[in-house]
Every structure is written in structure tokens, then in C-alpha cells.
């Protein structure tokens, strides 16, 4: 991507040799596994001890290299001066400087730009990114998947397509309500309980609003070509549907009547007191009703339940099934919300206008392709596909493409910040001095382009991708 606006770049005479290790990977044939499994424990080995001898010595493994960075004034979203001299040597810094802005304001990522393509046609190509958390940073697993897409979405807009890559965040209910009950409480000793739950939920919406964009400057700095005009939160995309339930065998087809019969059951009342009630998320629109004002009605509405896209329909349904006026109606809302999982399913449709009948929605849905980790399966895809058909008639998307699952450290982890294991991507592209856990000498620049390369070039699937690798060629 840069690296090849650098090469353009490149003054008349002047030649990138590839040299000994990229003459090696362009010609060398596929080898059997278990010597290339070979060779890699030597290569590792020969890395570790000499790394160890070094560190024996009060020597460091690298020098960190001279940073040239690009200091030709340059306001954002105007175009990069290239007329400049280059560098003698290749400098990340230098070449990635000031394009990614200029991208943005030129367009370029909109799928309104195909006007402008002399080779379009009229063919369509749309995918969404799996909303990553928003109380979390993107790791190297998410860089996997955001150099896949990205490649995709380029070579699709490079064939003429009309291409939209959709950009989001999911809410990660209960991860960000622990996440502000503990700020509430070390900062103004408050309990979520202390709270009314507007004035809670207010709380969370003011977290979410100053922790900004960290994620969405991260896919920046990875180079990812997304339409952020359409970015969607998780919790703007749901527009609640009061329909009553069937259940159907998905087997025989046939109608589950309901059957009381007795039945034995663990005691939780203690247990659901110290449980942890979720506030922040979608609040299921269902009411319970009950008639103060009525007396013919009164005392018999411990159970009666009304469901409503909003307080008002819920309150006319109450009235039409029950034959009173609405003004001795009182209700309650159910205080649970949807499951997190049941708002991310929602994303594909949702995010594109549903349950309106707009122009992004009749363009770009279905999605051409999902492409997501293999671990995601059954939480987050089989739910799609199931509320997509649900609700929308379609299959969600044409295709699902599975990345494996990057981890880190022996026995093979899964790469995740609650267990603290996770490398940060633009640790790896901007380089970093500081020691951390498996760098002890810190990581040099590498750049975009070096990470999202290395990334991609490794052919995995189905296994576990192991982070860790980048000890032996970041730290040595």
C-alpha cells in the first residue's frame, strides 16, 4: 500500500534490490512440513541463544534505528508533497506520513466514489468489520483481519466495483458497565444501585463519549480503507418489534403447545440478589401491566404482560386487549436488556438503515462477504444468520470467510486482553523503547506495510496463529 508509493517514488536510476531473503521467498518450493518444522526449531533455537549470550554480555540485541520522519508541512487532507528528495534508506514514518488524511478527503473510500472510476461497473461489493469492543484497543488479531478486508475491499474497488466497507464498534454490554461501576465507585465512591438508572446510564454514555475514537485511530493507522461517513455504534441499531412467538421444531415443522406441568428447581433468590443486573444495553420492550384504577381489573395483574416498540404503543395494546381506557392503564418496564450478542446480530441490516427501506440497505445488503475469526461461529454468525432471515427475509451475507485465531505464548493462548497477553499493532508499526513481557529490548519501527504483509503471508488456517513469533524477529 505505501510501500508502493514509495517505490513510484523512487528517483530515475535508482533500483530496490529485493536481496538474499526476498530472492529466497520468491523462488524457494513448498517444502515438506516437517522440515520446514525442523528448520524453524533451529532458526528459533540459533535466535534464543544467541539472544541469551548477548544478554550475558550487558549487550542489546539491536540497535534501534534512526527515525526520519516527513517535516514538509502538510495540513491535513491536502496531498503529500512528493517532488521532495527521498531518504537513503526506507523510513516507515516518512513514507505512510500524510496519505491516509488526503484519502479521506478525496473520497476515495466511499462507495459514492465509483462515479469517478473510468473502469466501473455495475456490480456492487459490500462487507461490515466485526465490531470490536469499544472498551478495548485492536491487537494483532484484529490486524490480521483488518489486512485481509482491507485487501479484499482494494482489489474489488481496483476491478470497478461499487465497494462498501462498513466501519462499527459494538457496546460490549457488560464488559463496559464493570468498566464505569468501577470508575464510579473509585472516583465519587457510588454504586450503580446509588443511581437512578438514567442518570447511570447517562454515566456510560459520557465514558463512551470521552474514550473517543481509540479504535477507530488504530484502523486508521493499520490503513483501512472504511467509509467513516457510515460508522454505526451497536446501540443506535435496534428498533424494537412487538410480535408475539411460535415456536417450531426446525425438524418436523410441527407447533410446540405450551404445557404446564410441575417441575423441581434450584432456589436463587439469594443468588439473583448478589447477581450483577445489566443496565446498559438495548431494554426489552415488554411491560408489565397493572390497573389501579380499575376495579373490576384490580389484583389480577401480577402477570400480565404488553409488548411495545415504545411506552405509548405498548400502553394502546394494553388497552385494546384488556377493553379499558388507556388512562387506567400503568406500566412498568421489564428492567433486563437483550443480550449483547442479540444486538451485534443485528448489525449487518441495522446498520445500513433497517428497519427503514433506504438506499444503503437496497445496495448493499445482503453483505458480499463476512469475514471473521473462527471462534465467532456460533456466538456472533449463526445469530446473524438467523435473525437476518427473521427479519429481513435474506441470509445476512453470500459468503463467510474464518481467520484463525491469533495466540500468544505456550501452551497456545488465545490472544486477549483480559488475559493480558495482546500486542498492540501500533506498538509494531511506530516501534516502541519501553520493555514489555517477551521484548525485553522493545520493538524497532516496522510500519504498516511490514506488519500487514507479515501478517497476511502466513498460511494458517484452521490452526492458531501464533503473535509470539514476532519475539524472534522484533527483539533480536
Request: charged residues 25%; contains cysteine.
Given at each position: 500500500m505505501?510501500?508502493w ?35 524453524q ?21 539491536w ?8 517535516c ?5 487532507g ?14 516507515p514514518?516518512y513514507?505512510e ?22 473502469h466501473?461497473?455495475d ?5 461490515c ?7 478495548g484497543s485492536?491487537?494483532?488479531?484484529h490486524?490480521l483481519?483488518?489486512?485481509?478486508q ?11 466495483c ?8 459494538d ?14 465507585w473509585r472516583?465519587r ?24 475514537d ?12 472504511l467509509?467513516?461517513d ?5 446501540m ?23 404445557l ?13 440478589t ?6 446498559w ?14 376495579r ?16 405509548e404503543?405498548a ?5 385494546k ?5 388507556e ?15 442479540f444486538?451485534?446480530?443485528?448489525f449487518?441490516?441495522?446498520a445500513?438503515g433497517?428497519p427503514q427501506e ?17 471462534d465467532?461461529?456460533?456466538f456472533?454468525?449463526a445469530?446473524m444468520?438467523m ?9 445476512p451475507f453470500?459468503q463467510?470467510?474464518?481467520v ?6 505456550f501452551?497456545?493462548?488465545k490472544m ?26 522493545g520493538?524497532?519501527?516496522?510500519g504498516?506495510?511490514a ?5 497476511s ?9 501464533q503473535?509470539?513469533k ?7
Open positions: 505505501f510501500l508509493l514509495w517505490r513510484r517514488q523512487l528517483r530515475p536510476g535508482s533500483r530496490l534490490h529485493p536481496g538474499a531473503w526476498g530472492r529466497a521467498w520468491l523462488s524457494s518450493p513448498v517444502r515438506d512440513r516437517a522440515g520446514k518444522e525442523r528448520r526449531r533451529r532458526r528459533a533455537e540459533e535466535i534464543e541463544g544467541r539472544s541469551v549470550r548477548e544478554e550475558a554480555r550487558g549487550e542489546q540485541s540497535s534501534e534505528p534512526e527515525v526520519i520522519a516527513y514538509v508541512p502538510t495540513p491535513p491536502e496531498k503529500k508533497d512528493t517532488s521532495v528528495p527521498l531518504p537513503d534508506s526506507y523510513s514514518q513514507v506520513a500524510a496519505w491516509y488524511p488526503w484519502w479521506e478527503q478525496q473520497g476515495f473510500f466511499k462507495p459514492e466514489y465509483h462515479e469517478h472510476l473510468p466501473r461497473q456490480t456492487s461489493f459490500s462487507l468489520i466485526p465490531p470490536p469492543n469499544v472498551t485492536l491487537h494483532l488479531g490486524a483481519t483488518v489486512a485481509i482491507d485487501a479484499v475491499v482494494r482489489w474489488r474497488r481496483m476491478q470497478g461499487r465497494v462498501l466497507w462498513l466501519p462499527g464498534c457496546h460490549a454490554g457488560i464488559a463496559t458497565q464493570v468498566v464505569v461501576e468501577k470508575q464510579l472516583e465512591g457510588l454504586r450503580r444501585q446509588d443511581l437512578p438508572r438514567a442518570e447511570f446510564l447517562g454515566e456510560v454514555w459520557r465514558w463512551k463519549e470521552a474514550k473517543g481509540e479504535i477507530y485511530n488504530q484502523l486508521r493507522r493499520l490503513g483501512s480503507s467509509d467513516w457510515r460508522a454505526c455504534f451497536t443506535d441499531t435496534v428498533s424494537c418489534h412487538g410480535n408475539g412467538c411460535m415456536r417450531f421444531p426446525r425438524r418436523s415443522g410441527d407447533v410446540v403447545e405450551p404446564l406441568k410441575s417441575q423441581w428447581y434450584v432456589q436463587c433468590q439469594q443468588l439473583a448478589e447477581a450483577m443486573a445489566l443496565w444495553g438495548h431494554r426489552i420492550p415488554a411491560y408489565r401491566v397493572s390497573f389501579p384504577g380499575s373490576q381489573l384490580e389484583g389480577h395483574s401480577s402477570e400480565l404482560w404488553v409488548i411495545g416498540r415504545s411506552e404503543e400502553r394502546s395494546n394494553a388497552a386487549q384488556h377493553g379499558i381506557a388512562s387506567e392503564i400503568t406500566l412498568t418496564q421489564d428492567n433486563d436488556v437483550l443480550d449483547t450478542w444486538s451485534s446480530a443485528l449487518p441490516f441495522a445500513l433497517w433506504t438506499a444503503d440497505l437496497r445496495n448493499f445488503y445482503p453483505s458480499s462477504l463476512l469475514e471473521t475469526g473462527s465467532l461461529i456460533f456472533w454468525v445469530r444468520v435473525l437476518g432471515q427473521e427479519l429481513t427475509g435474506q441470509l453470500r463467510v470467510g474464518s484463525p485465531l491469533s495466540g500468544a505464548g501452551p497456545r493462548a486477549s486482553k483480559s488475559l493480558g497477553n495482546v500486542i498492540d499493532p501500533l506498538d509494531v508499526i511506530g516501534g516502541i523503547s519501553l520493555e514489555k513481557r517477551d521484548f525485553p529490548h520493538i524497532p519501527e516496522c504498516t506495510d506488519l500487514r504483509f507479515s501478517l503471508s502466513h498460511k494458517c488456517q484452521g490452526k492458531q496463529w503473535g509470539l514476532y519475539r524472534y524477529v522484533l527483539s533480536v
